[in-house]
């Protein structure tokens, strides 16, 4: 074979190889979501609480997902919600929006419960979300879920000093 052919033949079949690393991420692999149990006092100024889920997002290098388009259910829907609380966002001008609160690399939303008892048991949240990979392509709506178990003997609002299970750890 021609040396010059050969070479040819061998460029052509390595860009063929490097052109699937162009190809975007699965939404699941460019965003992925994880759920945790937060409960925590603060004595730092007075006495205030932080209990409910922490949904937390590690967003792949080069991609960006919408704040304005994040949605949460929680299933079974037996477990008492608030709002959604959001940090503020990265305001950008998007090709694909316009002016758009965004979150790149990591973000926490926290979702606070709604209530002073919840009921132990097996929760998922439901996330339908919605982002970008960097100048080349935004996706469409993309439903995802989360597990999070919510030990027996939980307590939220005015629970006394010691008598809340760490996440994980077995109730008193």
Do not use: W
């Not at 392509?137 to 879920?145: A, D, G, M, T």
């Amino acid at each position: 074979m021609n040396p010059l052919l050969a070479f040819l033949a061998a460029s052509l079949a390595g860009a063929a190889l490097a052109a699937p690393a162009d190809k975007p991420l699965d939404p699941n692999l460019a965003f992925r979501p994880s759920a945790t149990l937060v409960y925590a006092r603060s004595t730092v100024g007075g006495s205030s609480e932080r209990h409910g889920i922490d949904i937390e997002y590690r967003i792949a290098p080069g991609y960006y997902l919408y704040r304005n388009r994040l949605r949460f259910q929680v299933s079974p829907a037996t477990l008492p919600m608030g709002d959604p609380e959001l940090p503020p966002g990265l305001e950008i001008d998007d090709p694909f929006v316009g002016k758009s609160p965004i979150f790149r690399e990591r973000v926490t939303i926290h979702l606070p419960f709604a209530a002073s008892v919840v009921q132990p048991g097996r929760y998922v949240v439901k996330i339908v979300a919605q982002g970008c990979a960097e100048d080349r392509l935004c996706y469409s709506p993309f439903p995802q879920e989360v597990a999070l178990t919510i030990p027996a003997g939980y307590r939220t609002f005015g629970a006394p000093p010691g008598a809340l299970p760490t996440p994980g750890s077995p109730p008193r």
